[in-house]
């Protein structure tokens, strides 16, 4: 019967487009448009209809293929011309960095700075004469890339070829991140371009790292700081400009501040209460995005990776107590949260948390009795009942 409706359908889907159309033209009186002839009919009716010369549609004929002929020639130049230069471009960096890799033993200690110092300035020249002039916005990015690349090098090689048996990496990371600092800084608050506040900040943080760090702070609590300072950033950047950084910066904040928060809890009580808590720090983080709608994608991530390290963290804890069914009850009691958030991705982790739990439980106590294969059974059922579930409420999401 099923397979009857369906061919019925598709009978009537295929009669309708070919029938079905000209029937419909004709009703509305246009059926006789239907080769050049009545075509031109057409456009005679209209053209009497509303008063229309031919050198009206003379007119408008040539002005709409002038402008759709600028456009393509537009369109066709500026990609053209940005194909070129990103062509150029790689081809002089790839054919500098060969002769460096080619010739690089062989150099003197000033080559060796004249071909990565040297070349990171010229290119930071050829990055400010492009900001100053604003007619290629296109290489902004890959011209600051590439003169942030090729002058961090060049700096360490500089401090490397002045102390060449120096062993503080602390000290020359710190010099050099400052000066990099200053450079993108300056020419951010000159240009404001959100290239250059990104690696403003990637410089400052790095600065800011590597000093405490040398002061003797510990990394957990440096990550703590950095990182709440960094998601800090990051939602002020939201009401800026420069709000395409601001959702970066809060992943990358989130995780660096969850990371030294991971490593004092585990270093005070244990690793499973590390993972249980920092998940559910990550949940809450998510959850407070998701009320204030705002970034999609970083709370479904958060869900996702914190309900993980939550549910394995505290399966750990229970696991060989006498509250195991504990863990069943606080996924089950996810799945009425996978409603109230309305999160896919809390629904997954969920839904295999609970079925790898049920697994694990029946192969614990049941696997060596006669009542094995009624619980292979209940397991069954158990599986259908939750992948029902599990369908109606991604129904509901």
């Known amino acids: 019967m099923t397979a009857l409706l369906v061919f019925i359908v598709i009978i009537v889907l295929i009669g309708g487009g070919i029938w079905g159309w000209p029937l419909l033209a004709g009703l509305l009186g246009i059926a006789s448009v239907t080769d050049k002839a009545g075509a031109l009919n057409h456009i005679t009716q209209l053209m009497n209809r509303y008063d229309i010369t031919p050198d009206d549609?003379?007119?408008?004929f040539h002005q709409?293929?002038?402008?759709?002929?600028?456009?393509?020639?537009?369109?066709?130049?500026?990609?053209?011309?940005t194909l070129f230069a990103y062509l150029g471009g790689i081809f002089i960096l790839a054919g500098i960095s060969t002769y460096i890799s080619m010739f690089w033993d062989s150099m003197g200690s000033v080559m060796r700075v004249l071909m990565t110092l040297g070349v990171g300035y010229i290119l930071l020249i050829v990055l400010v004469a492009a900001l100053h002039e604003r007619r290629y916005p296109r290489l902004i990015l890959p011209l600051t890339i590439t003169s942030v690349c090729m002058l961090t090098s060049g700096w360490f090689v500089l401090i490397h070829e002045l102390?060449?048996?120096?062993?503080?990496?602390?000290?020359?990371?710190?010099?050099?991140?400052?000066v990099m600092a200053l450079h993108q800084g300056a020419l951010f608050f000159k240009y404001r371009r959100t290239a250059l506040l990104f690696t403003s900040l990637f410089f400052s943080y790095g600065f800011l790292e590597v000093g405490l760090d040398m002061l003797g702070?510990?990394?957990?609590?440096?990550?703590?700081?950095?990182?709440?300072?960094?998601?800090?950033?990051?939602?002020a950047l939201e009401k800026t400009p420069y709000k395409l950084l601001a959702e970066p910066a809060l992943l990358i904040g989130t995780c660096w501040l969850n990371s030294g928060l991971f490593d004092r809890i585990d270093l005070f009580t244990s690793t499973n209460w590390a993972s249980l808590i920092t998940g559910v720090c990550i949940v809450f983080t998510a959850y407070g995005m998701h009320k204030s709608a705002r970034y999609p994608r970083l709370v479904a991530l958060g869900y996702f990776l914190g309900s993980i390290m939550a549910y394995s963290g505290l399966f750990d804890l229970v696991q060989n107590t006498s509250i195991e069914l504990l863990y069943l009850a606080v996924a089950a009691s996810g799945l009425y949260a996978c409603v109230v958030l309305q999160s896919r991705a809390l629904l997954l982790t969920t839904v295999i948390a609970m079925l790898g739990f049920m697994v694990y439980f029946s192969e614990k106590y049941f696997a060596n009795s006669l009542g094995w294969p009624v619980t292979l059974v209940l397991?069954?059922?158990?599986?259908?009942?939750i992948g029902a579930l599990a369908i109606k409420v991604k129904q509901r999401i």
Do not use: E, H, M
């Open 57 to 60: 549609i003379d007119t408008a």
């Open 64 to 81: 709409q293929t002038s402008a759709r002929s600028d456009a393509d020639n537009r369109s066709k130049g500026d990609i053209a011309r």
């Open 217 to 235: 702070v510990p990394i957990a609590y440096i990550s703590i700081a950095l990182g709440a300072s960094v998601f800090l950033v990051g939602t």
């Open 379 to 385: 397991l069954g059922l158990a599986f259908l009942g």
């Open 163 to 178: 102390y060449p048996r120096g062993d503080n990496w602390r000290a020359a990371t710190l010099c050099v991140f400052a």
